[in-house]
């Protein structure tokens, strides 16, 4: 039976969010610069490298906001914030946030993040095992204990996706928590068999001498969207020209990051402790602008079937 070691973003969210006021806030009036001040809540990952690089280049100054970057180890800790008004934006994977409008969360999709790089081979997240390990597929994972950052997400929901395709059994497996950071190491001392990782931790894992068993994004759906910035309900429908503006600073930032690799490698180095060695190898995701619908589709199709959600969204009101 498959045991839930650690609470799941939807359960942690909603005690979160009993702490919160019933009424949010929308960004803060403009400061004496003239700029609008916004905070966007953030997983300090590979993912987010547009983001940083729209500050540092000054697209969200230009659409006149002042940007502030906070992060957090997981979507449990950004959408209370966001749904409260501390925060404007926020970043989450998909399933975080079909599990949160699956909740009745006032939450809003407002814009596409990072996706797959629709290869089967070299992907920006994998499940990664010991050198030695006996498993060569995730069908060779049943009983074992394998770690996400976080569970009944998209992680879990992925690979028992693609577990019960090769023909494993993802009902005897243990799904357990550990952050992207530490992942690695809790292969390596035998706290789990395997672990899903991203990038950085996915090539500073393999030169560790650790391997990789399965591209897990790619391997469920080569077009998959991970990931998106999400405003509430209530900024959306209150303040529309701020979202705007966001939308738009964030377009800039994700065409930047695209178009330029080495600005993006050079900028994770400013918000993670990835080696400058390591920083030259790894895999990029996509970026971009506009999300896959037909993957998106399917990414609910599954969260629905593993009972992470009991609806699957209607994705001409949950994408933007």
């Given at each position: 039976?498959?045991?839930?070691?650690?609470?799941?973003?939807?359960?942690?969210?909603?005690?979160?969010?009993?702490?919160?006021?019933?009424?949010?806030?929308?960004?803060?009036?403009?400061?004496?610069?003239?700029?609008?001040?916004?905070?966007?809540?953030?997983?300090?990952?590979?993912?987010?490298a547009p983001l940083y690089l729209g500050l540092e280049q000054g697209f969200f100054e230009d659409e006149g906001l002042d940007l502030s970057i906070e992060t957090a180890t997981?979507?449990?800790?950004?959408?209370?914030?966001?749904?409260?008004?501390?925060?404007?934006?926020?970043?989450?994977?998909?399933?975080?946030?079909?599990?949160?409008?699956?909740?009745?969360?006032?939450?809003?999709v407002v814009n596409a993040a990072v996706a797959s790089t629709g290869?089967?081979?070299?992907?920006?997240?994998?499940?990664?095992?010991?050198?030695?390990?006996?498993?060569?597929?995730?069908?060779d994972l049943d009983g074992k204990t394998v770690s996400g950052n976080s569970l009944n997400n998209i992680v879990d929901t992925v690979m028992r996706s693609s577990i019960d395709r090769l023909g494993g059994d993802s009902s005897s497996i243990s799904f357990v928590e550990v952050p992207f950071p530490d992942a690695s190491a809790a292969v390596e001392n035998g706290q789990v068999d395997a672990a899903f990782v991203v990038e950085p931790f996915v090539t500073a894992a393999i030169e560790s001498g650790q391997r990789v068993i399965s591209y897990g994004y790619?391997?469920?759906?080569?077009?998959?969207?991970?990931?998106?910035?999400?405003?509430?309900?209530?900024?959306?429908?209150?303040?529309?020209?701020?979202?705007?503006?966001?939308?738009?600073?964030?377009?800039k930032s994700l065409e930047y990051a695209q178009a330029n690799p080495d600005a993006v490698r050079d900028i994770i180095a400013t918000y993670t402790k990835?080696?400058?060695?390591?920083?030259?190898?790894?895999?990029?995701?996509?970026?971009?602008?506009e999300f896959n619908v037909d993957a998106v589709t399917a990414l609910g199709e599954a969260a629905l079937k593993y009972g992470v959600v009991e609806t699957a969204p209607d994705m001409s009101t949950f994408l933007p």
């Amino acid at each position: 039976m498959k045991k839930m070691l650690m609470i799941g973003f939807a359960a942690a969210s909603v005690i979160a969010l009993s702490a919160c006021s019933a009424g949010s806030d929308t960004a803060a009036p403009a400061g004496s610069d003239g700029l609008t001040p916004v905070t966007v809540g953030v997983i300090p990952i590979a993912d987010t490298a547009p983001l940083y690089l729209g500050l540092e280049q000054g697209f969200f100054e230009d659409e006149g906001l002042d940007l502030s970057i906070e992060t957090a180890t997981g979507g449990a800790a950004i959408v209370p914030a966001v749904v409260s008004g501390d925060y404007q934006f926020g970043f989450s994977n998909l399933i975080s946030l079909m599990v949160a409008n699956d909740k009745g969360l006032p939450l809003k999709v407002v814009n596409a993040a990072v996706a797959s790089t629709g290869d089967v081979t070299k992907d920006f997240g994998a499940v990664i095992v010991k050198g030695d390990s006996p498993a060569q597929t995730l069908a060779d994972l049943d009983g074992k204990t394998v770690s996400g950052n976080s569970l009944n997400n998209i992680v879990d929901t992925v690979m028992r996706s693609s577990i019960d395709r090769l023909g494993g059994d993802s009902s005897s497996i243990s799904f357990v928590e550990v952050p992207f950071p530490d992942a690695s190491a809790a292969v390596e001392n035998g706290q789990v068999d395997a672990a899903f990782v991203v990038e950085p931790f996915v090539t500073a894992a393999i030169e560790s001498g650790q391997r990789v068993i399965s591209y897990g994004y790619a391997d469920f759906n080569v077009n998959l969207d991970v990931a998106a910035y999400f405003s509430s309900a209530d900024t959306v429908a209150n303040d529309p020209e701020l979202v705007t503006k966001f939308q738009t600073a964030m377009t800039k930032s994700l065409e930047y990051a695209q178009a330029n690799p080495d600005a993006v490698r050079d900028i994770i180095a400013t918000y993670t402790k990835t080696p400058a060695d390591v920083l030259a190898k790894i895999v990029l995701p996509k970026f971009p602008t506009e999300f896959n619908v037909d993957a998106v589709t399917a990414l609910g199709e599954a969260a629905l079937k593993y009972g992470v959600v009991e609806t699957a969204p209607d994705m001409s009101t949950f994408l933007p």
